[in-house]
């Protein structure tokens, strides 16, 4: 394994303890049931599971239980009030479903929930995540969860994402998404996005993902090309889905800022490398994209 996701993994500063905030214990205790002391346990034991399937470094992190969008409290409410009534809510590049989860712990109809993400062995490291099945009468009384996950490559115009889903979400969130891809790659999921959702107005858009004040490529994980993932600035970000309307013939409302920090990493030590101190000072990208 390459070196610098183990430096996200074996890393003594990072640690359940100092990362897990009180709305991720909340989840894991009022939704999966998990007693307060056994909960850093329990999400050891899933971290190794799930770092295993891909090596991300927000998985090393423990960043799969950090609940963003909860915490964009201009728009939550009425994610979930549109959920309950009827609204098809899908979180593109899902990892373990937690955003699913606190969803449905605050009252979404599971049913209405879809998730996709490119590891189809991360859906059943989330089902022993949060103590809940695809099937009721489980033998230990987890929950029955409705939702629909789908394995898919974004950019197989010829997946299940594509042939079941076209044009039927309302609200899609990516969270720790788009940041994967070059600038090019970014533009061809944001043409998916607008595929998936439903052509009318009010459709959705939100999440967030590492950030910059200065917009351009992160030369740090450049491929043989040269080429490396795109980080956004507000009005970088807001350009791209200018180009994407005009590509698409659609109209976009953007909000988006970079004036959060992308990772709460107090307990790591300095000295690290570059990558890693780029995630403990790094800024966080969060929007929220409406069609008009």
Known sequence: MPRQPLEFYENEGITPESTLNESARTLLRDYAHIPDDSINHHVNQIRKEAFKVAPYPCIGMFQFLDLSLKSMISIYPEIIDRVKNGDK????????????????????????????????????????LFNDYKESGAADGGRRLDTTFIAADVFDDTSRLVTELAGKMDILYTGAFFHLFTLNEQEKVAARVVQLLAPNPGSLIVGRQSGSEEAGEDVRKGGPGGRGPFRHNAQSWKDLWERVGQATGSRW???????????????????????MQSKITGRGLRYVIRRL
């Not at 969803?103 to 859906?123: K, M, Q, R, W």
């Not at 409302?253 to 990558?275: F, I, N, R, T």
Request: charged share 25%.
């Open 89 to 128: 809510f899908l979180d593109l590049g899902c990892c373990l479903g937690q955003e699913i989860r606190r969803l449905v712990l605050d009252g979404a109809p599971s049913v209405n929930t879809y998730g996709s993400d490119l590891y189809e062995e991360f859906f059943a490291v989330g089902y022993k």
């Open 253 to 275: 409302s953007v909000e988006a800022d970079v004036s959060s920090p992308e990772y709460s990493l107090a307990g790591v030590a300095d000295g690290k490398s570059k990558e």
